[in-house]
């Protein structure tokens, strides 16, 4: 069955400490993003990927970072200089706007919960 | 910029009760309209969507129709049953066709459902 994995589905972090977020879909998207999702806000874009190798900011990228070196893979890392980042992550993917009916029709992961300890 | 305006929740309804979660929107180009779903400890499933005015999405008994005059969305379901019970958002993404093709959805803040037997 074709679909979004993430792992690992609870993530502890000790303050100070860099962790990587995996993501991998096998749906042939080729756009990825990764969002954030704290109670009560909804959700907050983080990163999105149209393409490999190349990947651009969302509204709250401050103290994240993302690569795409494969067409499958968006991990996502949660650096030190993240000030709050407990929260639950969510993983995404679509065809390219455009070439669905016009519009941008996500596919989500079950998500990664990170809590610091 | 583009924003999503959902009632507030919690919501809470005996089962069998009907069910409306207001949307509206306000949008730079000609939006497609999306629900999302999340159940508890996972991520987001699309519910339904709509691409254009007047058109209306329907799944699992869940019914919405785009009203471009209202800029509305509201979700509704005749009978409601527990297994119902979940965070319900909407979304919207600029048209590629209207020559402002997003990559990025916009999501209301979500309104939690709670049915009880």
């Known amino acids: 069955d074709g679909g979004i994995t993430q792992s690992p589905k609870y993530l502890f972090r000790k303050e100070g400490q860099n962790v990587t977020l995996s993501c991998e879909q096998n749906?042939?998207?080729?756009?990825m993003y990764w969002y954030r999702q704290d109670p009560g806000q909804g959700l907050r874009l983080i990163y999105y990927?149209?393409?490999?190798?190349?990947?651009q900011k969302g509204d709250i990228a401050e103290g994240y970072s993302v690569s795409r070196e494969k067409k499958e893979s968006f991990p996502l890392t949660v650096t030190s200089a993240q000030k709050n980042p407990t929260a639950f992550y969510l993983c995404?993917?679509?065809?390219?706007?455009?070439?669905?009916?016009?519009?941008?029709?996500?596919?989500f992961g079950p998500g990664t919960r990170l809590t610091v300890l | 910029g583009d924003s999503v305006t959902q009632m507030e929740g919690p919501v809470t309804l005996s089962e069998e009760a009907f069910l409306t979660i207001n949307c509206t929107y306000t949008a730079t180009g000609y939006p497609s309209l999306f629900w999302y779903v999340q159940y508890p400890g996972e991520g987001l499933q699309l519910l339904l969507k709509a691409t254009k005015a007047d058109d209306k999405g329907s799944n699992k008994g869940f019914e919405a129709t785009y009203r471009k005059e209202t800029t509305s969305f509201h979700l509704e379901k005749g009978s409601v049953q527990v297994s119902d019970s979940a965070v319900y958002f909407c979304a919207l993404s600029e048209n590629a066709y209207s020559g402002a093709g997003s990559y990025q959805l916009t999501f209301g803040k979500g309104t939690k459902l709670s049915v009880i037997p």
């Open positions: 990927s149209q393409i490999v190798n190349d990947f």
């Open positions: 995404a993917s679509s065809k390219i706007p455009g070439t669905s009916g016009g519009y941008n029709e996500q596919f």
């Open positions: 749906l042939n998207h080729d756009a």
